[in-house]
């Protein structure tokens, strides 16, 4: 008897939550996660530092980070230093007394700004370096692998202009900031790689300071000094493709491989197209946009103390040639806003 009954009231008990599951389902369900996600981010401060602002890794990087910010319901502000060191300084030691809750520092060198980024970071504000790194680890690195970048390139012009290649092996480096970490992290891959192969020679090595003028210029020089030049190896393309105008001038497009590195736009997929560069090692501008947004979020959400948790993130490289370049390959800005 008390068997049966205890069945039934656990039929019974089954039967109404079965109704409850039934009617809650019909109702939908709320999500418990989503509110401390967008309440953890709501109203807070982001500022961007870059190098300046007006060119294609700048503005496509802030595009990106503008439409997260607008979404998820913080605030991202720019200060822009437009290519000015000590401007930077001011602004950078400006945001340490104004306390906004994460810094993205575009660093112009591995110097300059490495005090106060560490100054920041003592003084509770979280910060991520943003595709050039300075000498201090913060909070975060989102960006290219400068050393990858370099040895890509420099593997390549081994393979055009080394041992068993019948070119004369003579290799030109056009470095941009020669104490950007872009520029040492490079420069060491080159020389490290071109260092075991005896054919390759350097025959050159200036800094543009990423000015294409400049990168012409020196160009035109070296080729009057070096007529049977082989391969030229840059550090960005957007100024190396004024050393690809004076080869070209010069009538020796075919004979030399121009190899760069760049954000993956489409005025690099052009001048490949143009048979100003051969190839760029694209570091994907919308990629590390996206990358950049995760890590902010992460970064805002982090009950880590500024400086307590050091991470980085090497986002991919595409080889841009012409072989490979289609009408989809690389973004313009008016597909970023």
């Not at 967008?38 to 890794?57: I, N, Q, S, T």
């Not at 420069?187 to 005896?198: N, V």
Request: glycine letters at 10%.
């Amino acid at each position: 008897m008390i068997r049966k009954m205890l069945m039934a009231g656990l039929a019974a008990g089954m039967m109404a939550l079965g109704f409850a599951g039934a009617a809650h389902a019909d109702d939908g369900l709320d999500n418990p996660s989503r509110n401390p996600f967008y309440e953890g981010l709501k109203g807070k401060r982001v500022v961007f530092v870059p190098l300046a602002m007006g060119f294609d890794l700048t503005e496509g990087w802030a595009a990106i980070m503008r439409k997260q910010a607008a979404d998820l319901g913080y605030t991202l502000d720019i200060r822009d230093p437009n290519w000015s060191t000590d401007a930077g300084t001011r602004a950078l030691t400006a945001l340490i007394a104004e306390k906004p809750d994460v810094i993205i520092a575009h660093n112009p060198d591995v110097q300059s700004y490495a005090r106060l980024l560490k100054r920041a970071m003592d003084a509770g504000i979280k910060v991520i370096q943003l595709n050039l790194e300075s000498v201090v680890p913060t909070d975060a690195y989102i960006g290219a692998d400068w050393s990858r970048v370099g040895y890509i390139e420099a593997d390549e012009l081994v393979k055009r202009c080394g041992t068993g290649s019948g070119k004369s092996g003579k290799i030109a480096i056009i470095r941009g900031q020669p104490t950007a970490a872009s520029d040492l992290y490079e420069l060491y891959a080159y020389k490290t790689t071109f260092a075991k192969d005896p054919a390759i020679k350097i025959v050159s090595e200036q800094a543009a300071q990423y000015d294409p003028a400049k990168a012409r210029a020196i160009m035109e020089t070296v080729l009057q000094q070096h007529p049977d030049l082989c391969g030229v190896v840059g550090n960005w393309d957007n100024q190396d493709v004024g050393a690809g105008a004076a080869i070209q001038a010069a009538g020796k497009a075919d004979d030399i491989f121009v190899v760069t590195s760049g954000g993956g736009n489409q005025i690099g997929c052009d001048n490949i197209q143009k048979g100003l560069l051969d190839m760029i090692v694209s570091y994907d501008v919308p990629l590390q946009g996206e990358a950049i947004n995760q890590q902010i979020a992460q970064t805002l959400l982090s009950p880590a103390k500024a400086g307590e948790s050091k991470t980085a993130y090497y986002t991919p490289l595409t080889l841009l040639t012409k072989d490979n370049i289609g009408p989809r390959t690389c973004w313009s800005l008016d597909q970023l806003k």
